[in-house]
């Protein structure tokens, strides 16, 4: 019951390094995300995929960069890090309905500081 | 666009005492709404969920009515115990869309 896995869990970064995050599913759901949540700002959305090959910003996607290039995997990157990245980031799948999407099925989390 | 309000927290409670925490929603049509809840150190997970107006989602003990005329959908526990201590977010998902907009989350502490 593997469900959505985040990689890595934790990473300490310098500012102006890159790095990528990995997220895979095991349900085989059209939708991905990526959300960053800080302190007293709950959840705020990247971007998002509705499909594979497909991409789209949300709410925060400055600084980020997204690629859905095979259907279960959603991979994240910084390509030049600064502290403000600092978060929690979360990776989620959904599945579609006659109305919409379902409910979201999220990983365990990523920590990122960027010192 | 899309919003969701909830009761600012944090909320502290003793074991057996009833839980209620508040969450509107600004959409349009008729959106799907969630409860979610995140225990310490790991991701969200789905409480509760409702499709339509009226529908009462059910878990746990917790329980939520779509309340369309009030665009509502408030988290109620009869009686709480030591391990509800967690955040819990009210979302929703508009009809046709990609996308699920968020609470700002509630944290609830129960002590023994």
């Known amino acids: 019951n593997a469900g959505v896995t985040q990689t890595p869990k934790f990473r300490v970064l310098k500012t102006g390094q890159s790095m990528t995050l990995l997220c895979a599913q095991d349900m085989n759901h059209e939708y991905m995300y990526w959300y960053r949540q800080d302190p007293g700002m709950g959840l705020r959305l990247i971007h998002y995929?509705?499909?594979?090959?497909?991409?789209a910003k949300g709410e925060v996607p400055d600084g980020y960069n997204v690629s859905r290039l095979k259907k279960q995997n959603f991979l994240l990157g910084l390509e030049s890090a600064a502290p403000s990245q600092t978060s929690v980031y979360f990776c989620a799948s959904s599945y579609t309905t006659s109305v919409g999407t379902g409910e979201l099925f999220f990983g365990e989390g990523s920590r990122l500081t960027v010192l | 666009g899309n919003s969701v309000t909830q009761m600012e927290g944090p909320v502290t409670l003793s074991e057996e005492a009833f839980l209620t925490i508040n969450c509107t929603y600004t959409?349009?049509?008729?959106?799907?709404l969630f409860w979610y809840v995140q225990y310490p150190g790991e991701g969200l997970q789905l409480l509760l969920k409702a499709t339509k107006a009226d529908d009462k989602g059910s878990n746990k003990g917790f329980e939520a009515t779509y309340r369309k005329e009030t665009t509502s959908f408030h988290l109620e526990k009869g009686s709480v115990q030591v391990s509800d201590s967690a955040v819990y977010f009210c979302?929703?998902?508009?009809?046709?869309?990609?996308?699920?907009?968020f609470g700002d989350g509630t944290t609830l502490t129960v002590k023994p």
């Open positions: 959409a349009t049509g008729y959106p799907s």
């Open positions: 995929s509705v499909g594979e090959g497909t991409t």
């Open positions: 979302a929703l998902t508009q009809t046709g869309a990609g996308k699920s907009t």
